[in-house]
């Protein structure tokens, strides 16, 4: 890998805010690099096996298809990708990235590192899962007893996909549910506990309660790289409404900036947003 390769623009994050964000970019005629930590494209979305139902025109695709989508569009655009390479430092003079290769450099860096499941805690186990998706898919819950801990939209999803897997399933959750009213209408017949709760990993037992399995759906935080000393808001980056950092030539999109409601079709639309904002002050 060579720092010298001409580049407009350095996206971190290969999911729907960065990919979106780079399709945009080199549409606008711009030259950006994508650099994805793991060995896939899609972030967050392959972790779903399940239909995702909230983009609008697309039917019947799981997250991880997805997931292929934004990759191969990308990849039709000859939008330079490159997988397994995580941003090691980043230097906010002169915005230079290490990677494990060396150093990369351009004008403009995108942080589209989106956000990781918060663990409260507890680690992952073959009987606990820490966040939605393949996690919960590897879980045995067929037959077995199986405590969903939080109380929005995720922990009322892979409530009930457990239930549709055989297995029972109680719900605890220190508040009142946030979970959509639709997500709560269509597990009517689950458990649900709400109050204060103590749950422990090592007797696997939820207030006393034995179980055979946790889910634990406490949300997600921000995954920022380590050198740039950025404004936060809430444990996400904070951002204007053109998706500028508190540090210049630093801009944010997608899930790390908490973007109101998160989502795939948000991410991208946040994306297109910031790759448009670049590509003006490029032009100036």
């Given at each position: 890998m060579s720092g010298s390769k001409n580049r407009d623009v350095i996206i971190i994050g290969g999911g729907p805010a960065g990919l979106s964000c780079a399709i945009w970019l080199k549409k606008l005629g711009l030259a950006p690099a994508v650099l994805e930590a793991s060995d896939r494209l899609g972030g967050l979305q392959m972790r779903s096996p399940y239909e995702?139902?909230?983009?609008?025109?697309?039917?019947?695709?799981?997250?991880?298809?997805?997931?292929a989508s934004l990759a191969a569009h990308a990849e039709a655009l000859s939008v330079e990708l490159r997988v397994s390479t995580p941003a090691?430092?980043?230097?906010?003079?002169?915005?230079?990235?290490?990677t494990d290769a060396g150093f990369l450099f351009a004008p403009y860096l995108v942080l589209a590192t989106g956000s990781t499941p918060r663990a409260g805690g507890f680690r992952p186990a073959p009987n606990v899962a820490i966040g939605?998706?393949?996690?919960?898919e590897a879980l045995?819950?067929?037959?077995?007893?199986?405590?969903?801990?939080?109380?929005?939209?995720?922990?009322f999803d892979q409530?009930?996909?457990?239930?549709?897997?055989?297995?029972?399933?109680?719900?605890?959750?220190?508040?009142?549910?946030?979970?959509?009213?639709?997500?709560?209408n269509m597990i009517t017949d689950v458990r649900v506990v709400i109050g204060d709760y103590t749950a422990d990993?090592?007797?696997m037992t939820v207030n006393g309660e034995l179980f055979d399995a946790f889910g634990v759906m406490y949300g997600f935080e921000a995954v920022v790289p380590e050198g740039l000393e950025l404004r936060r808001l809430d444990g996400y980056i904070d951002v204007d409404r053109f998706g500028a950092t508190s540090v210049p030539g630093v801009y944010a999109c997608g899930e790390v900036t908490n973007y109101w409601h998160p989502c795939v079709t948000t991410a991208a639309a946040h994306g297109v947003q910031?790759?448009?904002?670049?590509?003006?002050?490029l032009a100036r």
């Open positions: 995702n139902l909230w983009i609008p025109g697309v039917q019947g695709r799981t997250g991880q298809e997805v997931a090691l430092w980043v230097s906010e003079d002169g915005l230079a990235v290490q939605p998706g393949v996690a919960m045995e819950v067929r037959g077995c007893k199986v405590a969903i801990l939080g109380g929005g939209d995720n922990a409530a009930r996909f457990v239930r549709d897997r055989g297995g029972q399933v109680t719900i605890f959750s220190r508040k009142a549910p946030r979970a959509q009213k639709l997500l709560q990993q090592v007797g910031v790759a448009k904002q670049i590509s003006l002050a």
